[in-house]
């Protein structure tokens, strides 16, 4: 088969990426997407570095092997803690990857004081360390990091609408409420609650890496001559390692959701 008519295989820890997905769906219509959620062991962000690139590697090599002509890692964990391992390990296959959009942030000069929120393993690891070191002295910005344990697993668990996540958004977010002028939303999950954070926060300015990410795969693409050439739109399919029917309605809800607002 022609590598242009081949898929893009998208990944998270379970619905999360689909916020990305909304995104590369908007950016690239004629792509056909695969999009794997692996619900069955969410959450990533409390796992250990080695554990998450055995998870990434096993997702990423069934892609491969089923022909995938690029690699989207819509995890900002999986991301910091198994990229560079996969793209090494992988060298022919593009393998893109989402990071807390802290530039955007910082290059700001209204955003002294930068919120991210983020699980603990992308907050702890020295990829997000280095960053947040070199834009604060770059840029004289203050970078709160904000460990969210629980909140992805909540997000995955709950509806979006439920009293328990509203209720763990304000618990978080309560300390910082008016005190920012600005968040990063540094996990894939949490633009489902966007408006319970900002409604927390204050109406500040908001970045998430999705649609940086989305622009990105297209130059990649495009350099490496793999647009997909079809003039009809393309497809979007979900799996799940929860296979169970609830999951891949409640994925298919929350793309519907994702792409009523970009
Ligand atoms: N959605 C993921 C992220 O962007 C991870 C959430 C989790 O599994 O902890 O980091």
New binding site residues.
């Given amino acids: 088969m022609d590598p242009k008519y081949a898929y893009i295989g998208v990944f998270?820890?379970?619905l999360?990426?689909i916020s990305v997905l909304s995104h590369l769906v908007k950016t690239l219509p004629h792509e056909d997407f695969y999009y794997f959620g692996d619900t069955k062991h969410?959450?990533?962000?409390?796992r250990t570095q080695a554990e998450i690139f055995e998870l990434a590697e096993g997702i990423v090599r069934t892609m491969i092997e089923d022909q995938a002509k690029a690699i989207v890692i819509?995890?900002?964990?999986?991301t910091s803690a198994a990229a560079d391992r996969l793209r090494e390990l992988f060298p022919t296959t593009p393998i893109l990857g989402?990071e807390p959009a802290l530039k955007p942030a910082c290059i700001d000069p209204a955003c002294k004081n930068v919120l991210v929120m983020?699980?603990p393993?992308?907050l702890s690891l020295k990829k997000f360390q280095t960053l947040a070191e070199s834009l604060s002295s770059s840029y004289h910005t203050h970078v709160i990091p904000l460990a969210c344990d629980e909140l992805?697993?909540c997000i995955?668990r709950e509806d979006v609408d439920s009293a328990q996540l509203k209720q763990l958004v304000h618990e978080l977010l309560q300390p910082y409420a008016h005190k920012v002028d600005a968040v990063v939303l540094?996990?894939?999950?949490y633009p489902f609650v966007k408006h319970d954070i900002l409604r927390e926060l204050g109406p500040i300015p908001c970045f998430d890496g999705a649609e940086g990410l989305s622009v990105h795969v297209q130059d990649v693409l495009t350099q490496q001559d793999l647009l997909n050439p079809q003039a009809h739109a393309g497809t979007v399919t979900f799996s799940s390692s929860d296979t169970s029917a609830h999951t891949l309605d409640k994925y298919q809800r929350f793309f519907e959701r994702a792409c009523a607002e970009v």
Avoid: Q, V
């Avoid at 969410?42 to 409390?46: C, F, K, L, M, V």
């Avoid at 819509?74 to 999986?78: D, E, I, L």
């Avoid at 540094?186 to 999950?189: A, D, I, L, N, P």
């Fill in positions: 998270d820890s379970g999360g990426g969410n959450p990533y962000g409390s819509a995890c900002n964990t999986a989402i983020a699980t393993k992308t992805a697993s995955e540094g996990c894939t999950h």
